[in-house]
């Protein structure tokens, strides 16, 4: 585990962001995740793709700031989309039922097309 958290924003499309989260979403990095990632989304980009693919470790934690996320999104006129998660992380979401409210995509690309599409 690590105790930095950065996301690498892209704007791809106005009003829409993909910010690839590096490092692992635990009870110490969490807030990181949720303050940067609710900047993105306060800066005009209501539509946000969390590339999770350099995600090493998330916890209970790591979800919830994930669910407030989605909240924060639902709030502005937008939502919330996740990309290439690691096989344990997709577990929990699924074992939670988390994947029901946060989509999953394979990748980035086929995220923001969902995005684009309404979906």
Not at 50 to 74: N, P, T
Not at 91 to 102: C, E, P
């Amino acid at each position: 585990m690590t105790d930095t958290l950065h996301l690498t924003v892209q704007h791809p499309r106005p009003g829409l962001a993909i910010a690839t989260v590096v490092g692992d979403v635990d009870t110490r990095t969490a807030d990181t995740l949720r303050r940067e990632a609710s900047g993105v989304l306060e800066q005009g980009c209501p539509h946000l793709v969390l590339d999770m693919s350099q995600v090493g470790f998330c916890d209970s934690a790591g979800l919830s700031a994930l669910i407030g996320l989605w909240h924060a999104a639902q709030a502005v006129g937008g939502g919330i989309a996740l990309a290439d998660v690691p096989d344990r992380l997709m577990r929990m979401l699924v074992l939670t039922g988390v994947d029901a409210v946060l989509p999953v995509h394979a990748t980035a690309a086929e995220a923001v097309t969902a995005m684009l599409r309404g979906h």
